[in-house]
């Protein structure tokens, strides 16, 4: 209940400065947001409600295939020594390459439709997901988990008790920072090639100097962003509930 209050006095924050700031400068391309909230709730099921869909639907495909992927590629080289050895070139040396500069590449290999869009934030977030994960069993202690293989603990014994609480924190902490890039990036991505999504809607009624809509626009893209974020902390609060007691 705390954190939802915290969320509602946030926001309220944020739209009495846009209030403020709107009749201040008097200006058509900074409506007021009582004006934006009517035009929102009046296009909101013939309109807004599919483009979101869509979006969100890109944003989960993408960060479900990362996890997919990045989890046991992150837990195989924290665990075995080699595996890092050998896999960890491979992904220092792709990592820093801006993934938007590869969204032509994508679009030639796999076309414009869906799948250059999940490709897109699958590479986005899948490296945060690996580096997190393996970090995260680096720094558990070898006298921990050790003791343990020696009493005939299957690997199984060893993830579930060791492994997985240890490096959960710090693979939500990736997939939190990773959201907020593939949610930017998205709103690239949706520009070309479709007709749907939170990115498409804006820019179209940018191009048609319809300042409501474009504004509800944003708004949805926040509330999306809000969705994900909130659903993260619920996750963290369930699975991680001795981090609540440390921070105390």
């Known amino acids: 209940m705390k954190r939802i209050l915290s969320y509602l006095s946030g926001a309220f924050a944020l739209i009495l400065l846009w209030q403020i700031v709107s009749v201040l400068t008097a200006l058509p391309i900074l409506p007021q947001p009582l004006l934006v909230a009517e035009r929102w709730y009046s296009i909101f099921f013939s309109e807004i409600a599919v483009h979101g869909i869509y979006s969100l639907g890109r944003i989960a495909g993408g960060l479900l295939l990362s996890v997919a992927v990045g989890f046991p590629l992150g837990m195989l080289m924290g665990y075995v020594r080699k595996a890092d ?4 070139p491979i992904v220092y040396l792709t990592y820093p390459i801006p ?3 590869l969204l ?4 030639l290999l796999v076309g414009l439709g869906e799948m250059s869009k999940l490709l ?3 590479l986005i977030v899948v490296f945060q997901v690996i580096i997190s994960v393996r970090d995260g069993i680096h720094e558990i202690p070898k006298e921990i988990f050790e003791p343990l293989i020696s009493l ?3 690997f199984y014994d060893v993830f579930r008790e060791v492994l997985w609480p240890a ?5 939500l902490t990736a997939l939190r920072v990773a959201m907020a890039t593939a949610v930017s990036v998205l709103f690239f ?3 070309f090639g479709t007709q749907y999504g939170m990115g498409y809607f804006i ?3 940018w191009l048609r100097v319809n300042y409501l809509d474009m504004y509800a626009g944003i708004m949805t893209l926040s509330a999306i962003g809000l969705l994900l974020f909130g659903i993260m902390d619920l996750i963290e609060y369930r699975a991680c509930r001795w981090l609540g007691t440390m921070r105390k």
Request: glycine share 4%; no cysteine; hydrophobic share 55%.
């Open 104 to 107: 032509p590449i994508l679009m």
């Open 85 to 88: 050895r050998y896999l960890a």
């Open 189 to 191: 991505t949706e520009t």
């Open 99 to 101: 993934k938007i500069a």
């Open 203 to 205: 820019m179209d009624a």
């Open 120 to 122: 897109m934030i699958f």
């Open 152 to 154: 005939g603990a299957s």
């Open 167 to 171: 490096s959960l924190p710090k693979f």
